[in-house]
Structures are given as structure tokens and as C-alpha cells.
């Protein structure tokens, strides 16, 4: 099955060309970074005017790329949410009127699945039950998924997704957007117990997490500390390197503690660790060792997969058009979509353990 994937829920305009969910035949992406970057974050509106100037082009190039018509596909996958509106309306318009054109199937994906899937292209397939910790600028959620396609909530964050209280601390140290991996370099070179922030934790016992706290940490340190933000062009100094490190620190161990507990409760096959913070070499170590710890494999996306990008979009509407699902010409962006179908108590999700593929 060849499956036309569109992603443009944020600040990137992707598509790609795969076949059977597996195999990627071509990946397009063209970026917004420099368009957004003096704002230091995503301008909505230029976002989707930016969308519309590059669509066509980047889907002409995926078709080039991967050596296929555009008859030759078998159906389309588009991303409708969650995300920016007037973003996700440009694929999805350009989608639905593809599909009316050319008379093909089409079915929207929800982007977060699609970062679940992002492991599909480089990786064995994955074992069920899973784990899905799905971390990136606009999402941090941990799943449970006991087959394709059935996702169940176990943690969510209450307030600043990971990769955004990455942006806003680097914006705060003035050192550009995006922040997630200039932080990274910069830690690399800090010591990471220098700043003795505090693990943040939910008074309600919830195993959710926040970030929103640490953030207004990191201000009140730099406030108290006297500490200078970076000049532009100019050399961060061993202070931000050493505060860069520790706030780190703290990201990723909230994320990997976390997860690794109700891994030791829910007992998953395989760990999935997806999204643009995936990319950070920290977090994939101590994934790793936790998946060491826990006895099954992590599966990691290559930073390409990390990204925002039409692949892993093609490779979870492969599913969906292999089970018949097929959508309208109804079919809208929705910012707020969920991806949560599985509602049973934990005993009985701990209780399938029946194998499947991707």
C-alpha cells in the first residue's frame, strides 16, 4: 500500500511518500525556523501563510523523490490535530481536495499517534504492550498502548510541554530559539548539580508531569543570582552552562523517573521514546538505562523521524486505511484532539499481553 502522508499542524510543512508503513519511500520537510526565530516562537498567522506558500511544492517533491505518480497511491493520511488552526486547515483542505481529485481514501491522524509511529522506519516491530512517551514543543504525554491503535493516557503534562519550557528557558538566558538544542550543547559543558532545583511533583499524587514551576525556578534563581543573559554573538558564560545542566537535569529526570515507575507496574514489551526532545542525547541515555533496568527495548526515531514530519503521519494512516477507517469531506482540523480510546481499569490493561505488529 503507497500512502501519501501531510503534516502541518505547527511550523513545518511536510509530506512524504511510504509504502506499507514501513518503507520510506521520501520525507519532505520545509521548515519555518528562521521565519519564527526572531520572535523567539511559532507566529500563528505567519505559520499558515507560510504553509500555503509551500504545500503544493513540497508535495510535488515527495511525489519526484519517491519516483511515483500520483495515482499510483493507494489513499492519503493528513495530519487534523491537535495543533495550530489555520495550520492544520492547510494540509487538511489540501488533503481532502487531493483525495476528491484523484479519488483516493483519505483519514486524518492525530499528530501525536503520528510521533508513536515515527518508529516504524528504523526500528524492529513493536511488541505489545507498549509504552509511548511522546516529548516535544508542544506535547509531553506518556501512553499505554496495548495494540495498534489503542492509546491510553497515563501521564500527561499540566502545564508547559518539555520542549517548551526548553524554549522559554533558553529565551529567558537570551540564547535563541529553538532552545531545546542549544541548552543540550551548552550542558554538555555545565555541571548539572551545580543549581539544586527541586523535582517537581503533583500535590494530588497524579504521576503527571510539570514544568511550568521549574521554569519560574530558573527566572527566580537568575533574578536572585544576579546572573547576565547572554549577549548575542557572545560566548555563554561557566554560570549559564552550569544552570543550562541542572535544569536539564531536572527535565529528564522527571520524564524518565516517571516513566520508568509505571513501566514497573504496567510491565510493557517495548518502550517508545518520540518527539522532537527525543533528539537529546541525555534523555536517550537515560532512557536507555532505564530500559536496561526494566529488561525490554526503547525504540527511538532517527532526529529526521523526530521532527514534525509527514512519514510517521503516512505510517499511522497506513493502519487506518488497512482497517477500512475512511474520512469525509467533513473532515476538519480539531486543536484540541485527544488520543485516548482505551477507558478500563489498569488490572485488566496489565492483563493484555497479546502480541502484535506495526
Given amino acids: 500500500m503507497l500512502v501519501l502522508g501531510i503534516e502541518s499542524s505547527c511550523d513545518e510543512t ?85 483525495a476528491y481529485a484523484l479519488g483516493k481514501p483519505v483519514v486524518g491522524v492525530n499528530h501525536i499517534e503520528g510521533h508513536v509511529y515515527s518508529v516504524a522506519f528504523e526500528n524492529p516491530p513493536v511488541e505489545y504492550p507498549a509504552f509511548a512517551l511522546i516529548v516535544s514543543g ?71 508531569f510539570s514544568f511550568s514551576g521549574l521554569k519560574t525556578a530558573v527566572s527566580k534563581y537568575v533574578r536572585e543570582s544576579g546572573l547576565q543573559p547572554v549577549a548575542p554573538g557572545a560566548e555563554a558564560s561557566q554560570h549559564v552552562k552550569d544552570l543550562a545542566a541542572s535544569f536539564q537535569r531536572i527535565v529528564i529526570q522527571s ?31 537515560a532512557a536507555v538505562a532505564a530500559g536496561q533496568r526494566l529488561g525490554i527495548p526503547i525504540y527511538f526515531p532517527s532526529p529526521h523521524l523526530s521532527t514534525d514530519n509527514a512519514a510517521m503521519i503516512a505510517a499511522a494512516g497506513t493502519v487506518k486505511l488497512q482497517n477500512g477507517e475512511r474520512a469525509g469531506l467533513d473532515l476538519n482540523a480539531d486543536v484540541s484532539l ?17 502480541r502484535y505488529k506495526l
Avoid at 33 to 50: D, K, M, N, W
Avoid at 184 to 205: I, K
Fill in 255 to 285: 520524564l524518565v523517573g516517571t516513566t520508568e515507575r509505571l513501566a514497573g507496574e504496567h510491565q510493557p514489551r517495548t518502550l517508545i521514546v518520540a518527539g522532537g526532545v527525543a533528539c537529546n542525547e541525555a534523555l536517550r541515555e
Fill in 138 to 208: 508542544g506535547h509531553t504525554n506518556l501512553f499505554y498502548v496495548p495494540a495498534p491503535g489503542q492509546y491510553k493516557v497515563l501521564a500527561r503534562t499540566r502545564d508547559d510541554a518539555a520542549g517548551e519550557a526548553f524554549d522559554k528557558v533558553a529565551k529567558l538566558l537570551g540564547l535563541g530559539y529553538p532552545g531545546g538544542p542549544i541548552i543540550e550543547r551548552l550542558a554538555r559543558e555545565g555541571d548539572e548539580r551545580a543549581v539544586p532545583f527541586s523535582l517537581p511533583r503533583m500535590g494530588d499524587g497524579r504521576p503527571d
Fill in 14 to 98: 511536510a509530506a512524504a511518500v511510504v509504502r506499507d508503513g514501513r518503507e520510506m519511500l521520501s520525507s519532505v520537510i520545509s521548515s519555518q525556523i528562521e521565519t519564527h526565530q526572531r520572535f523567539g516562537g511559532v507566529v500563528p498567522e505567519l505559520a499558515s501563510r507560510e504553509h500555503l506558500d509551500k504545500i503544493t511544492g513540497v508535495v510535488e517533491e515527495a511525489f519526484t523523490r519517491a519516483g511515483v505518480g500520483k495515482r499510483e497511491i493507494d489513499g492519503l493520511a493528513v495530519t487534523n490535530g491537535p495543533g495550530l488552526v489555520g495550520s492544520l486547515l492547510v494540509g487538511v483542505s489540501y488533503a481532502k481536495a487531493m
Fill in 338 to 354: 485527544r488520543l485516548q480510546n482505551v477507558e478500563v481499569e489498569d488490572e485488566i490493561l496489565r492483563q493484555s499481553r497479546v
